[in-house]
């Protein structure tokens, strides 16, 4: 049994806890520069201050924090060998390196593979320029290996697109763009809970039928061959559901309906950032009319799925919208390939 200490008393340190082979490992106790912490107990053992380090006879110290890298060297200062100290996220970030490089070289070869088979110029078009990005239609892997991060910390989080709307949400405060935020889609609140947190500050406003597409929708759908959506799909959800993940404790709005008709009672708002993700062409066309308009100089509307085979009406949406109004936007690599418009 290997005796140990685990620096990080926060959600790494419960997550590395998880990860440990417990037939293999004690805990002896948790660590954390935190004084608030200090006295707490996770799964029944003390978090200790660092100063107590030297109490406990243990064979390795666990590094369970994003500040790996200053903790390392508050270590080292207290005379703890090197030899000792086991940095998880450290480890990690090596092995992104490494799982990034092969899965390029693999794509590498596919791509090489998939040319000399296929004759059809669009396929080929997309296999020499796009084999990176590419999502589902021929490597059948979308850029999902990129998002199936080994650091556990990372893992099933689109990091792009969460990291977008942050930086987002710092250019809208440091420059001081006016406006309530929203978000059109709203399902089980998840993304609507991100956008909360990053804008407290901000009126909230929700759009969402709270009760799955719309048929009319779906039928614009198939009509057109955008998708195979179904009526009612994402039907399963509810407003305390998604109120309950909320940051915001009053000011915010909860617009439940069919949108655009759900708007109809709606004056004079102006918004400084919108997500839009609604899936589907009718509702992300008429959400960039409503929204754009209304859009303060300066502000973002993020439309999500813009890049997804599987929505194909949104990237028409889009498209349309821009085509018709002059106005251009970034499309983003994350996960469902969104895309960024601004004012
Ligand atoms: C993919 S989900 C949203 C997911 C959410 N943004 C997230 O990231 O967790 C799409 C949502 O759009 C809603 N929706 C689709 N068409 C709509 C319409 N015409 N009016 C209102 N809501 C609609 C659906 O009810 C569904 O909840």
Known sequence: MKKILIFGASEGGRKVTKMLRKDNVEILAYVDNDRKKVGQKIE?????????????????ILLASMYFNEIFY?????????????????????????????MYNRHCLKRQEYKN??????????????FICDMN????ERN???????DYILQGIDYVRLSTVELISREIRERNIS???????VYKGDFSAFISKLFTDRDLFLFDTFEGFHKDDVEFEHRRGFSKSKPRHLEDTNIDLVISKLSHIDNYYIIKGYFPESTVRLKNINFAFVSIDVDLYKPTYAGLKFFYERLSKG???????YNFPTYSGVKEAVRKFCDEMGINYVPLSDYFGSAVITK
């Open 44 to 60: 029944g053992k003390e978090v200790i201050p660092p100063e107590r380090i030297n109490e406990f006879n243990f064979d390795y």
């Open 74 to 102: 508050q270590l080292i200062n207290m005379g703890i060998h090197e030899s000792k100290i086991i940095k998880i996220y450290g480890l990690n970030t090596s092995a992104s390196k490494s799982k990034i490089k092969n």
């Open 117 to 130: 088979i296929i004759i059809d110029e669009e396929l080929h078009n997309v296999i020499e320029n796009y």
């Open 137 to 140: 239609r021929f490597y059948n």
């Open 144 to 150: 999902y290996d990129f998002y199936n991060y080994p």
């Open 179 to 185: 406006g309530a935020v929203a978000e059109l889609g």
């Open 299 to 305: 502000g973002y509307i993020l439309v999500h799925d």
